[in-house]
């Protein structure tokens, strides 16, 4: 019998097409396999049984990085392979430009360092000892370098390189690892390493080439300098995480005052010395995909481990996380070994600027950050900066999904009738492009506040959507008419615009990953976004499905005296819920200072901190509401909390005054076993508010003054506010069950990032009988939001 068989998914770049011939092979079949413009068609003549066979285990042993969503058989193949002809790999096929594509076509995201490829990369009798792109069709680039489908070298970066013989008999030997493998290069015949001093014009030849180049980069690193590394998606700034001198240059240079930095370790073992790390997190740190896990800072390995190494406390600046990652390239194991200890690995570039690609861009952008460059002639088709995750309650969430995950293709649970573009929010920005079933977010690309970043996300959109093969036909964009997104979407005309709420995105992108189609409870704990009534939300519970939602419960509102300054002070939002905490029914008409905290002086502490007269110009601004919108913000909450215990006044980027708290808190548990009620409840309040239940945090605020009254540890305080925090939520969730029916319960947003309420939360429900669901494949913070905008779009264009 003959039978042609198209295979469906992520097939291309993941080694498929060598799989089949192995298997078409071992079962004594004729015929051939090729790539097909986004699919694998596999056409094979031979016993019925055995036929059956290969169309089974197509699916059965397909390789560890492909995705099959289906096997078709479309009849016999015409002609019929001859009997005794043997299986062959063909030419690939592409369909021509503009025909019909009934499907997305899926490309697999860059895949790191096979542990064979790195037996190779360390063993002197290898022709590709010490070579730093090595790869074979288990690792290496493949999102970063592709120009369009069917995967095949003439259509990557790597067509530039023709093969040696060597790598020719490899990459045709269907006994090799390296058989068909597109990226494959040696050191005869692929890219090679370059080396820039900043002391150079950046459009002057290089200074050293090969060993020599990555030996002035370790030279440099060494030293105490900071290097500006090209990796697979992008440049990154390298340097040695030891020493607190460079960490504090890199810093100054970088204008990042705060921010933690990732650390690069050699190993699993080299990670053990940083942190502890359970199963969950080993898994992630060795997976293909090689994120940033963010560890707890906290849980320092034992006393037995006297060997551990010595990081810089600038890495961290406090955070109650440690990114650790596992290098990605060959690359990354060669500077590791060389200059042997922990890295201080970030994303290379300025403040409000894409990551650069390019060796010339990169030399004159980060020519003042770095002291030197690292680079290759192999060409960056798209950015993908690092992937951060981390695993809550035993299970692995995605913070920053970038490298290694997209674009892996994510499923609509409602089909989108026509191609969709969702444009995502503001910051943290992604886009996703979505037909049919299926949803291909985009990379990370920072926060969308200036021409550059626009620019890139314009391009990357351009690129993924002639690779994908969706032209979009709609656009799902947020409510809030300023974002860049929502201006880009503009483009579109009105008819052919989808407006989706901020934060029922955000519930939607939890609903959607995990295949929700009913009706579910959303909480959604967030920053700021524009709700459908014109005021700022951010702390909501809603009754909601994917196309649909109604807001059940909210925290109270609070203003932002300054409108956008007080999200860059914290010490602003304190006093706005000080002086204009909202009112609940309760006959407390009177929400300023003097009357609801017990008395100014419990508000000392923080009014003592502040610029003479800052307090009183606050207070006018709320009497007077002179640019001071109200919001219902959870994230601004945490804000004004960590200012009132005197952990932040001020902050230099997004979530960091929440990140003092949580810091603060790490160093009690929560189950009392440190000073009796350690993790035990503030005082907290419910109140009806129409048909909305509200959360009034002024009982939970005073408690924290008076606590810094009664010379209560600010630790302790930190802790309970978290435990409060969780009680409410679980009240919240109780009442809208009970009264709707509910119990599937999708917790979504940034402030959910925070690791200790986010483990707190998910417990707590369950423990309340609910089924708590948090984002997974995609950020609960705003880089969920097209994803989730995506699949509300989907839900609404079929009717569901």
């Given at each position: 019998m003959a039978q042609r068989l198209e295979v469906h998914g992520t097939v291309q770049g993941v080694g498929f097409r060598p799989f089949v011939h192995r298997l078409a092979t071992g079962l004594g079949l004729d015929g051939c396999v090729r790539n097909d413009d986004g699919r694998v068609v596999v056409e094979a003549a031979g016993p019925a049984d055995a036929l059956a066979t290969l169309a089974t285990r197509l699916r059965s042993d397909a390789p560890p990085h492909a995705r099959v969503t289906a096997v078709h058989a479309t009849g016999p193949p015409s002609p019929p392979p001859s009997p005794g002809s043997g299986f062959r790999v063909e030419t690939s096929a592409r369909r021509a430009a503009g025909g019909s594509r009934p499907e997305v076509r899926e490309i697999p995201p860059d895949l790191a360092t096979c542990p064979a490829c790195l037996a190779e990369l360390l063993d002197p009798r290898d022709r590709r000892f010490r070579y730093p792109f090595?790869?074979?069709?288990?690792?290496?680039?493949?999102?970063?370098?592709?120009?369009?489908?069917?995967?095949?070298?003439e259509r990557t970066t790597m067509r530039a390189f023709p093969m040696c013989?060597?790598?020719?008999?490899?990459?045709?030997?269907?006994?090799?690892?390296?058989?068909?493998?597109?990226?494959?290069?040696?050191?005869?015949c692929g890219p090679r390493l370059t080396w820039w001093s900043t002391d150079v014009d950046p459009a002057a030849p290089a200074q050293a080439h090969g060993e020599d180049a990555l030996d002035a980069a370790v030279t440099l690193i060494r030293a105490g300098g900071i290097a500006a590394v090209k990796g697979l998606g992008g440049y990154q700034l390298v340097c040695d995480a030891a020493s607190g001198t460079a960490v504090a240059r890199l810093r100054a240079r970088k204008h990042r005052p705060a921010k933690p930095f990732a650390v690069m370790v050699a190993d699993l073992d080299a990670a053990r010395l940083l942190a502890q790390v359970d199963t969950a997190e080993a898994e992630l740190l060795t997976g293909a995909a090689r994120p940033v896990?963010?560890?707890?800072?906290?849980?320092?390995?034992?006393?037995a481990l006297v060997s551990a190494p010595t990081l810089a406390d600038e890495v961290t600046a406090g955070a109650p996380r440690l990114g650790v990652f596992l290098p990605t390239t060959p690359l990354h194991h060669l500077l590791l070994a060389e200059v042997g200890g922990p890295l201080v690995v970030t994303s290379g570039n300025r403040a409000d600027e894409p990551i650069a690609i390019a060796d010339a861009d990169a030399r004159r952008h980060l020519g003042p950050v770095a002291d030197g460059f690292l680079g290759h002639d192999r060409a960056i088709r798209s950015r993908y900066d690092d992937s951060v995750a981390r695993v809550v309650a035993g299970r692995a969430t995605v913070i920053r999904r970038a490298r290694g995950y997209a674009p892996c293709p994510l499923p609509l649970p409602h089909a989108a009738s026509r191609p969709v573009l969702a444009v995502g929010g503001q910051l943290k920005h992604t886009f996703t492009l979505a037909a049919g079933p299926t949803a291909v977010v985009g990379p990370h690309t920072g926060d969308l506040a200036s021409p550059p970043t626009l620019a890139a996300f314009e391009r990357t959109l351009a690129q993924l959507s002639a690779v994908v093969g969706i032209t979009p036909e709609v656009v799902a964009h947020d409510l809030h008419p300023d974002y860049l997104s929502t201006r880009h979407a503009e483009r579109f005309a009105a008819d052919r615009r989808i407006p989706v709420q901020h934060h029922h995105a955000h519930a939607a992108s939890c609903a959607a990953e995990h295949g929700v189609t009913g009706r579910f409870i959303g909480v959604v704990y967030d920053g700021l976004g524009l709700g459908d009534d014109g005021t700022l939300w951010g702390g909501e519970v809603f009754v909601a499905d994917l196309a649909a939602y109604r807001r059940v419960a909210r925290f109270a509102r609070a203003p932002l005296p300054g409108g956008a300054a007080a999200i860059r002070r914290p010490a602003r939002m304190a006093l706005g819920y000080l002086f204009g905490a909202e009112q609940l029914g309760d006959g407390d008409q009177d929400g300023d200072l003097g009357r609801w905290t017990g008395g100014p002086h419990l508000a000392a502490p923080l009014l003592d901190r502040l610029p003479a007269g800052e307090a009183a110009v606050i207070a006018r601004m709320i009497h007077r509401r002179v640019n001071t919108p109200v919001a219902s913000s959870a994230g601004r909450l945490f804000d004004a909390a960590a200012a009132l215990l005197g952990l932040r006044d001020d902050i230099t980027y997004e979530g960091e005054a929440a990140l003092a708290l949580e810091a603060a808190a790490g160093s009690h548990d929560g189950d009392g076993s440190h000073d009796g009620d350690v993790g035990g409840e503030l005082p907290w309040r419910l109140a009806r508010e129409g048909e909305l239940l509200v959360y009034d945090p002024r009982p939970t605020l005073r408690a924290l003054l008076d606590g810094l009254a009664d010379r209560v540890d600010v630790g302790i305080l930190a802790a309970r506010f978290h435990t409060t925090i969780t009680a409410v939520t679980v009240a919240l969730c109780e009442d809208v069950s009970r009264r709707h029916g509910l119990r599937t319960v999708c917790l979504s947003g940034g402030v959910l990032h925070n690791q200790r309420l986010a483990a707190g939360v998910v417990g707590a429900l369950a423990d309340a009988g609910l089924e708590p669901l948090l984002n997974e494949r995609v950020p609960a913070g705003d880089g969920g939001l097209s994803y989730g905008q995506a699949a509300v779009a989907a839900a609404r264009m079929t009717g569901r």
């Open positions: 090595l790869t074979c069709t288990d690792c290496g680039p493949r999102a970063t370098i592709i120009d369009g489908l069917p995967y095949d070298r013989a060597d790598c020719a008999r490899e990459y045709a030997d269907p006994a090799d690892r390296r058989f068909h493998a597109e990226p494959i290069a040696c050191p005869h896990v963010l560890l707890d800072a906290g849980r320092r390995p034992g006393p």
